[in-house]
């Protein structure tokens, strides 16, 4: 019944009527009347004051901005603060469900004090820490802190702190008392029984909307959490980058995930039920596009980013693979004196200063960035700063042929055998969203070389 209510009031009252009408019965037809009355009442959009938005982000996995390589890339946790100040503070819920970065490298590291500092700043109410966010916390003693800048829950239970489980928040609505309370369990090594404990109803009464943060969730564990009727809204690990809904839609509890990289930001709101039942809620999705405001305080904490990122020396030490061969690199410049025609061409070309856009955007020191602007990042005799290694800046031409040395010892008698890069190694959807709808044009543009029966410029 509920269900048809909401279908119907899509309808305008005159629609249901025509519909009704069609159907002919005077039974239907009143029916129809009726439901078109009580739609009015259910279709008036609640108000505003009466509703609590909980705001749902999680599983970052480091990317703290996108890389801005190409136009229409959602993400960015400078925009977030544009979604939520949408809602004023006393009625809204900041949730992250945590995992911050990828792995443990230095990088790593130094991004995961960033998004602390950034859930700060972003006026987070709670953040779940998983397995890994508690690992990484412990080894840059910041557990004890973090407690500090915003609520923190997690399923894990490290030695050397006591961490809560739970975090709830009441909300004093125009008509109701709401409290909501984000948990967190982990199904496998705990007994569903004591999700019951987890939940305890909140002293003052009002009603109550229970969200749980799951670390796994198989069928077997949605399915005996179901049954527990206590959870209103389960959140899952992601299998993807965009967010949704996993669970039948009419049934209950709601089962989401809330995708990864920060390219959305998941929207649960809450309107009172009336009387004794339930608190409605809705599930929706906002994309964090580039239109948004970036907050000031986030960009410049990025800029902090990369000066960590310079400091650490992180293109320094990253690990480097000898070429095959004995093989080096010799930059572009070794290959204009015989190539004199195809290095004009490529010199003109958005190639030759790839370096530059990364030092525009202050990025030119993040191993992250510099791979696919240089040559040879990841090798031995490849791009390593500026001043060490200046003539392997840019995308060049041993980015496409190959390592130059053998070529050019041999004065172009041997070929190139060493690795190369296609176009689209660099060109990713990611980087170069339509890049492979216009493959061709773009192949155009970089023509560097004569055509076959024009006489080789080879000096
Ligand atoms: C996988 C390879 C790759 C990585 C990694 C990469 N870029 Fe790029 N970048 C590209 C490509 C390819 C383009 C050209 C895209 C296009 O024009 O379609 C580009 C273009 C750009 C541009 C120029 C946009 C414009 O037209 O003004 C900027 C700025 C940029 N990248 C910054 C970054 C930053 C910052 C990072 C690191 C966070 C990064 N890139 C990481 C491949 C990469
Ligand atoms: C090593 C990584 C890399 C490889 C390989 C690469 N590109 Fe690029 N490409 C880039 C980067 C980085 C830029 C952005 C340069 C800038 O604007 O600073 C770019 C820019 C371009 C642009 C200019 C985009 C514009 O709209 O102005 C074109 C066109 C292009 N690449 C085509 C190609 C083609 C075709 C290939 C293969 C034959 C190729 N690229 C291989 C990294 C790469
Ligand atoms: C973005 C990738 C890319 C870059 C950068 C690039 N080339 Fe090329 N180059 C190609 C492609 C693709 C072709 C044509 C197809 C082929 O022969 O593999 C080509 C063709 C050539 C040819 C003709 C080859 C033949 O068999 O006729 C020469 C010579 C050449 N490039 C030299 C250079 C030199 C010198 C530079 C740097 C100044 C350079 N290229 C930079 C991708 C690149
Ligand atoms: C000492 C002169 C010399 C230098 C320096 C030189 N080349 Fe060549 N290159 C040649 C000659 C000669 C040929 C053969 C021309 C032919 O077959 O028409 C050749 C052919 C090529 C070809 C086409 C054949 C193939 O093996 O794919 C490419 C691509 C090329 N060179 C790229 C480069 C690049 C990139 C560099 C710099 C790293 C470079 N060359 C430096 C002399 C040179």
Partial sequence: MLRLVTCICVLTPLEILAKANKKVTGVLFLTGLTVAASCILVSKPARKADVVTVFLTGNELGALKPCGCSGGQLGGLDRRSAVFNSVPAKRRLIVDTGSFVEGDSEQDLIKFDIVVQAFSLLGYDVVNLTE????????????????????????????????????????????????????????????????????????????????????????????????????????????????????????????????????????????????????????????????????????????????????????????????????????????????????????RNAHAHAYATLERVGSQFDPECVTCHVVGMEHESGFVSEQKTGHLKNVGCENCHGPGSEHIKTGGIVGFTGPKSACIDCHTPETSGDYAENEELNFEKIIHWTEPNAPRDVK
């Fill in 132 to 347: 890994e966010d508690i690992k990484i916390a412990g080894s840059l003693r910041l557990t004890d802190s973090i407690g500090s800048l915003f609520n923190i829950i997690t399923s894990e239970r490290p030695t050397d702190a006591n961490l809560p489980t739970k975090f709830t928040k009441k909300f004093s609505l125009k008509s109701k008392t709401i409290a909501v309370t984000v948990a967190t369990f982990n199904a496998e090594s705990a007994p569903i029984e004591q999700l019951g404990k987890l939940f305890t109803p909140p002293a003052f009464g009002g009603q109550t909307v229970n969200i749980l943060i799951l670390n796994r969730c198989g069928p077997g564990i949605i399915n005996s959490i179901t049954k527990k009727e206590i959870v209103d809204c389960l959140v899952c690990p992601a299998e993807s980058d965009e967010p949704g809904i996993i669970s039948d839609p009419n049934k209950k509890p709601l089962v989401v995930s809330v995708g990864r990289f920060g390219r959305y930001i998941c929207k649960l709101q809450i309107k009172p039920a009336k009387d004794k039942g339930k608190p409605e809620l809705s599930f929706s999705v906002v994309p964090v596009e580039e239109d948004l405001r970036q907050e000031k305080s986030l960009l410049s904490l990025y800029e902090d980013y990369q000066q960590l990122v310079k400091g650490a020396n992180l293109l320094e030490e990253i690990p480097r693979f000898f070429l095959p061969n004995g093989l080096e690199y010799t930059g572009s410049e070794s290959c204009k004196a015989c190539h004199e025609y195809e290095y004009g061409k490529w010199s």
